[in-house]
């Protein structure tokens, strides 16, 4: 089978899948299920527009933070056991940026934050449980990172999580 087979058969298999996620948006509205079919339509428009996530989960220390800091070829991440990360963290390509900014602090109240450098003391100032200018595990939702890595090309975003707790 060449490239231009495979091409055809992904295409198929995508055009499948998006009408396999709008009968499902469609169904989930017309029985009152408003909020499960925003997400199916998020799953839909991310597949549309070629959008790919990876997570990376995993226990406390596990060197979640340290493979992706590896990934980057650079320290950005907080990456050591007394570093531990508080926030959840989004990997996107410079590209991705709306305004040429490095990154972006999304507050738990809404606000948001751009950040002109993400170098690693302004990044740890935002997702590490040692931070000494902000309680971030009580006010930070969330951060946006916008680098230069190959990785992150293609709509690629990287996912780095806080720990894994365990289920009882």
Do not use: W
């Not at 996530?53 to 493979?67: L, P, R, Y």
């Not at 990360?85 to 996107?92: E, G, P, R």
């Amino acid at each position: 089978m060449n490239n231009n087979q495979f091409k055809e058969q992904h295409m198929e298999r995508k055009e499948n899948i998006i009408q396999c996620l709008v009968d499902g948006e469609n169904f989930l509205k017309k029985y009152g299920y408003s909020v499960e079919a925003e997400q199916i339509a998020k799953q839909r428009q991310n597949l549309e527009n070629g959008e790919f996530s990876i997570a990376v989960i995993g226990e406390f220390s596990a060197g979640k933070s340290t493979f992706l800091n590896a990934l980057m070829c650079e320290r950005i991440l907080p990456s050591f056991s007394n570093e531990t990360t508080a926030t959840i963290n989004f990997l996107y390509h410079k590209d991705k940026a709306e305004n040429g900014e490095s990154g972006c602090v999304h507050y738990k109240d809404g606000t948001t934050k751009p950040l002109e450098t993400a170098d690693f003391k302004t990044i740890s100032r935002y997702v590490s449980t040692n931070s000494d200018s902000v309680d971030v595990a009580k006010s930070v939702e969330h951060l946006d990172l916008y680098l230069d890595s190959r990785f992150l090309e293609g709509n690629v975003t990287l996912v780095d999580t806080p720990r894994l707790h365990h289920m009882k």
